[in-house]
């Protein structure tokens, strides 16, 4: 079966930390470029960081740029997403998502994706 796994969210105060991991299975991870999404309630579904397939290139939003690191390791088919000093805004479900039909930039903002993950939960609040 073919699907990726998101962990890692939670709750967290105002200027804290998480990471997120997305776990494939079912496909070769090298073969895709990855991202992470996020969509808060009453908002558009946001592409904030992509990565190339050999995790030589990377893509961040403005609005996370600065603060947020993602990485990658095919050998354990694994995408984590470091997050850095956290506000309110950043209260959203995060999903990563994978394609291999075109390119790491592209991925964030079209959010043309093959496959989506189910998504995990980041709260922002004290």
């Known amino acids: 079966q073919l699907q990726l796994v998101e962990s890692g969210g939670g709750l967290v105060q105002p200027g804290g930390s998480l990471r997120l991991s997305c776990i494939a299975s079912g496909f070769t991870l090298e073969h895709y470029v990855i991202g992470w999404f996020r969509q808060a309630q009453g908002k558009e579904r946001e592409g904030i960081s992509c990565?190339?397939?050999?995790?030589?290139?990377?893509y961040y939003a403005d609005s996370v740029k600065g603060r947020f690191t993602i990485s990658r390791n095919n050998a354990n088919s694994t995408v984590h997403l470091q997050m850095n000093s956290l506000s309110p805004e950043d209260t959203a479900i995060y999903y990563c998502?994978?394609?291999?039909?075109?390119?790491?930039?592209?991925?964030?903002?079209?959010?043309?994706?093959?496959?989506w993950g189910q998504g995990t939960q980041v709260t922002v609040s004290s």
């Open positions: 998502a994978a394609t291999s039909v075109t390119t790491y930039d592209l991925l964030c903002k079209t959010s043309r994706a093959r496959y």
């Open positions: 990565i190339s397939r050999s995790a030589g290139n990377t």
